[in-house]
């Protein structure tokens, strides 16, 4: 497999998985498990604490929530020649 195929197989990879994420989180149960982990991890609170540890992990939880709603939205459009 040449690099081509190799990037387009990783493309078509990359959208399988998110059409499976909006598949899941599209459900009632998804919204609601979206909006738990949204209020548990801090996308509605600050993360910072006195402890840069405590912080850090505070903002490893929140970089999840973040990673599945980028997964959500559609993918940015790709110009001809890209």
Known sequence: MDEQEQLA???QNRETLRLS???V???EEGE??????????HSYSVSFEAD???TAY???QRSTVLFIEQMLKDPP???EGE
Request: glycine share 4%.
């Open 58 to 60: 505070n903002e490893g």
């Open 77 to 79: 459009k790709q110009t």
């Open 9 to 11: 197989a990783l493309e």
């Open 32 to 41: 609601r498990v979206l909006e738990d982990l949204r209020t548990r991890c």
């Open 52 to 54: 840069p540890y405590v």
């Open 21 to 23: 994420y909006r598949e």
């Open 25 to 27: 989180f599209a459900t």
